[in-house]
T-cell receptor, first 112, second 112 residues
C-alpha cells in the first residue's frame, strides 16, 4: 500500500509560470519530507526538505509547503525554467533510522 | 568527488542466474541505501547500512535478495536466483545525514 502518493503522473507548464507539484501521505508519524528531482538515466538528486515542525521551507525558486492536518505537501517552482523538466519524487520518513517512502513521481515538462 | 559509483550500469541475465550489483559510496558517508525502482511501485527502499552494519532490511522482497557491506567503500546487492519480476532499476545512495541522500546513476537489470 502506497504511503506516499503523487496522483498526477505528469504536468506541463509554460516557462516563467509557476509549477505546483503535489504529494499526499497517509502516515501521521512521518515527520520529515523531501523532494528529489530525476533526469533520465541519472539517479535522483536531492532538492529540498521540510521538517514537520515547519509549514514552509524556501530555497531560491523552490518552496515546499506542508499541511499536516491534510497530510499534504506541495512543491512550488517559480519561475519555471526548461531545465526544470524532470521527474519529481516526494519522500517521507519517520525520522532518522526509519523507513523512507517515495511517491511514484510526477513528470514535469516546462515548455519554452 | 566522483559521487556514488554503481556497476554495472546495465545487466541482462537469464532467469535463475545469480546477479551481483556493486556500489561505491561517497567517501566519508556513514549511510548507504539500496533502492529499487519499477513503474508500478516507484522507488522502494530495500535495505540500508549505517557504518557498514545493516540496520533495516524490511524492504528486501524475499530471501533471494541479500546485501553486504564488507567495508566503508563497497557494498553489493545480490539476487540468487533471479526472476523476470526482478527487472528494475536498482539505485545505491549514500549520505552523512539520514535524509539528504546522494544517489548513484543506477543499474538497469533485465531478467529474461
Amino acid at each position: 500500500d502506497q504511503q506516499v502518493k503523487q496522483n498526477s503522473p505528469s504536468l506541463s507548464v509554460q516557462e516563467g509560470r509557476i509549477s505546483i507539484l503535489n504529494c499526499d501521505y497517509t502516515n501521521s508519524m512521518f515527520d520529515y519530507f523531501l523532494w528529489y528531482k530525476k533526469y533520465p538515466a541519472e539517479g535522483p538528486t536531492f532538492l529540498i526538505s521540510i521538517s514537520s515542525i515547519k509549514d514552509k521551507n524556501e530555497d531560491g525558486r523552490f518552496t515546499v509547503f506542508l499541511n499536516k492536518s491534510a497530510k499534504h505537501l506541495s512543491l512550488h517552482i517559480v519561475p519555471s525554467q526548461p531545465g526544470d523538466s524532470a521527474v519529481y519524487f516526494c519522500a517521507a520518513s519517520g525520522g532518522t533510522g526509519n523507513q523512507f517512502y517515495f511517491g511514484t513521481g510526477t513528470s514535469l515538462t516546462v515548455i519554452p | 568527488d566522483a559521487g556514488v559509483i554503481q556497476s554495472p550500469r546495465h545487466e541482462v541475465t537469464e532467469m535463475g542466474q545469480e546477479v551481483t550489483l556493486r556500489c561505491k559510496p561517497i567517501s566519508g558517508h556513514d549511510y548507504l541505501f539500496w533502492y529499487r525502482q519499477t513503474m508500478m511501485r516507484g522507488l522502494e527502499l530495500l535495505i540500508y547500512f549505517n557504518n557498514n552494519v545493516p540496520i533495516d532490511d524490511s524492504g528486501m522482497p524475499e530471501d533471494r535478495f541479500s546485501a553486504k557491506m564488507p567495508n566503508a567503500s563497497f557494498s553489493t546487492l545480490k539476487i540468487q536466483p533471479s526472476e523476470p519480476r526482478d527487472s528494475a532499476v536498482y539505485f545505491c545512495a549514500s549520505s552523512t545525514t539520514w535524509a539528504e541522500q546522494f544517489f548513484g546513476p543506477g543499474t538497469r537489470l533485465t531478467v529474461l
